[in-house]
């Protein structure tokens, strides 16, 4: 069974830190790229980082942010710095086979985790 389980969401006052992890199990980890999305109340869902499969390219909608992961624990970390309200979201994982250049895309995704809910407070 494949499974994307997301964690370490929680609540935060404004420039905080969170480190959300995403541990992958039912399919093989390292030939996919891992991308972070979250859905704001009331918007869509929207890309903010994506690692390769090879652990080599990383893309970031905010340099706040920073991701990594570990292909022999099967798990990606989303390290989330000087929180801001408009951060607040629940925060997804997903895995994709689709060429790298499309990892934005949330329809490009094979793979999902359930989300984790990130609220920062002011």
């Known amino acids: 069974e494949v499974q994307l389980q997301a964690s370490g969401g929680g609540q935060v006052q404004t420039g905080g830190s969170l480190r959300l992890s995403c541990a992958a199990s039912?399919?093989?980890?390292?030939?996919?790229?891992i991308g972070w999305f979250r859905r704001a109340p009331g918007k869509e869902r929207v890309g903010i980082s994506c690692?390769?499969?090879?652990?080599s390219t990383t893309y970031y909608s905010d340099l706040r942010f920073t991701v990594s992961r570990n292909n022999a624990k099967n798990t990606v970390y989303l390290q989330m710095n000087r929180l801001k309200p408009e951060d607040t979201a629940v925060y997804y994982c997903?895995?994709?086979?689709?060429?790298?250049?499309?990892?934005?895309?949330?329809?490009?995704?094979?793979?999902w985790g359930q989300g984790t809910l990130v609220t920062v407070s002011s």
């Open positions: 997903g895995a994709t086979k689709a060429p790298y250049r499309y990892c934005r895309i949330a329809s490009r995704y094979e793979y």
């Open positions: 039912g399919f093989t980890f390292d030939d996919y790229h």
């Open positions: 690692i390769d499969d090879a652990n």
